[in-house]
Each structure stands twice: as structure tokens, then as C-alpha cells.
């Protein structure tokens, strides 16, 4: 054992979960059990003894080693980062253990590891075989996530176990998780939502079932129903492409909860999916979170619907929401400014280098960077705060364009660049003339100044948000990276 470790988490035997209920279903084979779990964790931890607090850097995503190896650290008492193993990361964090994506560890040897053997299952754990000193790391520090626009990149965001434990119970009290349930990975792990959706079921005695294909995948919904799975987790990208072949194979599943986070569900969308699972006795949440709240801070109870549409819901248990002054803009909805938040799971701060780890709690109560109002305890949600553009000297809301030209069926993205409007469409190029149209008329300002650009597809991040950035260097805002996608542009008006 470690002799540092002073704040730990364990997730498999703190469950409170029988020994012999299920806990996990690998791809390929039958249910672990939380007994069995926990003696393939407790073997993992052999392999990460330090005598020191460690960092173990995971680099797969919904495999078993990796699910073992994160279970493990945090029984130890060490901090897992969820982050690829490339040079720059290695560098910048100098993790003590590296446990690679199955079959992914050519080159750590190079850049200084020396694997300490075989662990269960297939497990390989990577020890840094420098001698050197070790940066220290908080006691409080259990995690390192990367939000959606830091992806491969070393910014990360600092968790605490008390948040992980405390946010996991508040989803699991809002959502109504019995141990009788049972979750599938629809998402990676390596992400908050993924992620929490993994921890909530396991710390309510649950099982999750793993798995890394894509959620919309035939495949994927033949494991769903041979699996036996109660809950769906989805971001909006994947619900938006829910069709009517979906809804037969789920009549074949034993799904009963549906959620969705990650990015804003049109009403129309969240109308249809709401009907659907209550015609099947179900239900469909849908929440609202951020990586720096560990995960989701808001639930939309299903009861709720149709009278609280377009609301994100209310806080999740022991959570408060707040409104403070925010950037003004001509658009704005009376009561409306910057969202912040207090509650259970608000992170500790941010790291980009393994020195970053030494600091403690950093932040109190956490400024989302969204824009919204709140209407009897219920969160609304408007936009961004740097989503606000100033178009011919009249300072809009871009993401309220978004919502005034909305159209599931038709996708579409609103950037601006000195005073002209762009509305990125990937969908009918009729339809999108209609709503540029209907864009210039709304602003009030020559129909030269809202500009078509068609895209075969939207740039998304990984948590299923549009990559506004991806978007500014294809229409030519700022420099490199456009050919990621200038193939996909075609002429607009």
C-alpha cells in the first residue's frame, strides 16, 4: 500500500453494493461482479504502489484496463489524468504511471517508462523510470479533465475526490439511480459526462455495461438489448439523429431512462424525445453541466415538461444557481446575465504542467460562462458570453440568432466577423437561404451583411457542441487549421 495517501475514493466496495450483485460488463463477456471488481482493482493497485502521492495518466477509453486502472488509483489515493499519451503531455505533466490504451505503448519507452509487468485482464502500467524528484501533488487532487475546446492539449481541469463522490450522489438522487439499474458507455469516459455517467451508477450499487462503438451503431443497440440496459446517456448530435429505425430497436431494449447533456436540445427535439419514452413508461432528462462541475449541475425532471420547455431545470441536489451582471446585448431577455453556480462537484482550479498540481482549491463558486435567467428556481439558458457580436455598432446575442432560424432537421451555426454574419449550414441549401433571409430581416440590416457558407457537415467538439472555431478559420478569421475542413465548404450566396 501507499503510505501517503490520505483522502481517497473508492468506488466499487464504498458502493455499499452487494458483493455478488453486477457491476460491470465487459465487451465480450459476462457481468463482474462487485466482489469480483473489486479483487481485479485491489490486484491493478499492485502495479501502482509509490511512496509518494502519484499521478497515473490513462490513456484508453471504456476498456476494462482502463476502467480498472482508474478504480484503483483512486482507491490509492492517487489523481488519474484522462489524457493522450503524446510527448507534449508527457512533458508538461510527468505522470508517474502511464496505462496505455490496450495496445497503444510504442513509444513510452522511449520517452521513459519501463512497464512493471503484467496486471489482470490484460492491464499494462508504465512506471517513469527517472529517479528525480517529484512535483508534489494536493492531497485533495483525485482528477484531470479536459474540457471540450482543450482537447489534446495540456490544459486541464483539477477535481476533487469530494467532488466526484458528492456530484455522482446528487445525479444519482436527481435521476432517481436505484442499484437496479443499468448504464451502458455511450460516451467516452475520458469526458465528465462519459465519465459520470460510470461513477453515479457505481456509487448507487448499478451496473455499467462497456462499451466504445458509436451510440447510433446497430451493433451498439444489439448489445444494448442483449445486455439488458435501463439507461441511455446521449449528447444532442445523437438524438437529433434518432430515427424512426431507432425506435424500433428500442423496442427491443429494456430502456427506460434517457439523459442528454452536453449541449443545448432544440424544444422540438426535447418534445418528441419526452413523448417517446413516456409512451414506453419511461422517462427523458434533460441537464445541463460543465467539466468544471465535475459534471452536470442541472436537471429538467421529466414532470416538468411541457411547462418548463426550453428550461435546463433546476440545481441538482445541494447545488445554487445565481444570476450576476453580464455583457449587455440587444437581444438580452429581462432578468438575463452570467450564470454562476455553487454546489457539489465545482473543481478545484485549472493545470497545464504536473506544477500545477501542488495548488489547492482555487475557486468558490464557479462562473460557467454561459448567459441565462432563472424563473421560480428554473435555469434558462440564452448563449454564451463570448458569444456576444457587435453587428453594424449593435452589440447580439449570436446564439439567439441561432434559436430564431432553428431547425433540427437543418443544422446550422451563426458566427460574425466586422459586421457581416455568417450562418453555416449543412443541411438543405434552400432552407438555409430561407433562414438567412429570415436572419437579415430579424437583425434589421442589408441582406448583404448575412452571408450563406454550406458545409457537408458541422465541426463538433468531442461533448457534441459546434467547434465555433473550427468554424471562424474555415470562413478565413483567424489563421491555420482551415484545411481541417475547407474541403467541406461549398460556395455559398
Known amino acids: ?60 477509453d471504456r476498456d476494462l484496463p482502463t476502467v480498472l486502472a482508474y478504480l484503483a488509483a483512486l482507491r490509492l489515493g492517487h489523481t488519474v489524468a484522462f489524457l493522450p499519451a503524446t510527448a507534449e503531455v508527457l512533458s508538461a505533466y510527468r505522470p508517474d504511471f502511464v496505462v496505455p490504451a490496450p495496445g497503444g505503448h510504442d513509444d513510452l519507452t522511449a520517452a521513459g517508462y519501463r512497464p512493471t509487468g503484467e496486471s489482470p485482464v490484460g492491464t499494462t502500467v508504465f512506471r517513469r523510470a527517472s529517479a528525480g524528484p517529484h512535483a508534489p501533488i494536493s492531497d485533495e487532487t483525485a482528477l484531470l479533465l479536459t474540457t471540450s475546446g482543450t482537447t489534446g492539449s495540456p490544459k486541464a481541469v483539477r477535481l476533487s475526490y469530494s467532488a466526484i463522490a458528492d456530484n455522482s450522489r446528487a445525479i444519482v438522487e436527481a435521476l432517481g439511480i436505484t442499484a437496479a439499474e443499468r448504464a451502458a458507455t455511450t460516451l467516452p469516459i475520458t469526458h465528465a459526462y462519459g465519465l459520470s455517467v460510470l461513477n453515479s451508477h457505481l456509487i448507487a450499487g448499478a451496473s455499467v455495461v462497456l462499451s466504445d462503438s458509436p451510440p447510433l451503431a446497430l451493433a451498439t443497440w444489439d448489445r444494448l438489448a ?14 437529433a439523429a434518432f430515427g424512426p429505425s431507432h425506435v424500433n430497436l428500442l423496442e427491443r431494449t429494456a430502456i427506460r431512462t434517457m439523459t442528454q447533456a452536453g449541449a443545448r436540445l432544440a424544444d422540438e427535439l426535447t418534445t418528441r424525445l419526452a413523448r417517446m419514452m413516456q409512451r414506453r413508461g419511461g422517462r427523458f432528462f434533460a441537464m445541463y453541466g460543465q467539466t468544471e462541475s465535475t459534471s452536470r449541475m442541472a436537471v429538467l425532471d421529466p414532470a416538468d415538461l411541457p411547462e418548463r420547455l426550453g428550461s435546463v431545470g433546476r440545481a441538482v441536489p445541494g447545488g445554487v444557481f445565481t444570476i450576476a ?77 441561432e434559436r430564431t432560424v432553428e431547425r433540427p432537421e437543418h443544422p446550422t451555426a451563426v458566427i460574425a466577423d466586422d459586421d457581416v454574419v455568417y450562418l453555416v449550414g449543412a443541411g438543405d441549401a434552400a432552407v438555409h437561404e430561407q433562414q438567412r433571409r429570415q436572419l437579415a430581416d430579424s437583425l434589421g440590416v442589408p441582406s448583404r451583411h448575412v452571408v450563406l457558407r454550406q458545409v457537408d457537415r458541422l465541426p463538433r467538439t468531442p461533448g457534441g457542441k459546434v467547434d465555433y472555431r473550427a468554424l471562424a478559420e474555415v470562413i478565413g478569421r483567424s489563421g491555420g487549421g482551415a484545411e481541417q475542413l475547407a474541403s467541406t465548404v461549398r460556395p455559398g450566396t
Open 1 to 60: 500500500m501507499c503510505g501517503m495517501a490520505t483522502t481517497t475514493l473508492d468506488l466499487v466496495t464504498g458502493a455499499g453494493a452487494r458483493s455478488v450483485s453486477a457491476a460491470v460488463v465487459p465487451p465480450g463477456g459476462g457481468a463482474l461482479t462487485y466482489g469480483e471488481l473489486s479483487t481485479l482493482v485491489g490486484q491493478v493497485g499492485t502495479a501502482l504502489r509509490h511512496n509518494d502521492k502519484a499521478l497515473v495518466l490513462c490513456a484508453g
Open 226 to 239: 442483449r445486455t439488458g440496459v435501463t439507461s441511455l446517456a446521449a449528447v444532442p448530435t445523437t438524438y
Open 325 to 401: 451582471p453580464g455583457p449587455s446585448h440587444a437581444r438580452a431577455v429581462p432578468g438575463e446575465g452570467a450564470v454562476r453556480y455553487r454546489g457539489p462537484g465545482v473543481m478545484l482550479g485549472y493545470a497545464s504542467r504536473r506544477e500545477d498540481l501542488a495548488r489547492g482549491a482555487e475557486v468558490d463558486v464557479l462562473d460557467t460562462g454561459d448567459l441565462g435567467y432563472l424563473r421560480d428556481g428554473y435555469l434558462y439558458l440564452t448563449g454564451r458570453t463570448k458569444r456576444i457580436a457587435k453587428v453594424l455598432g449593435v452589440r447580439t446575442s449570436l446564439d439567439d440568432l
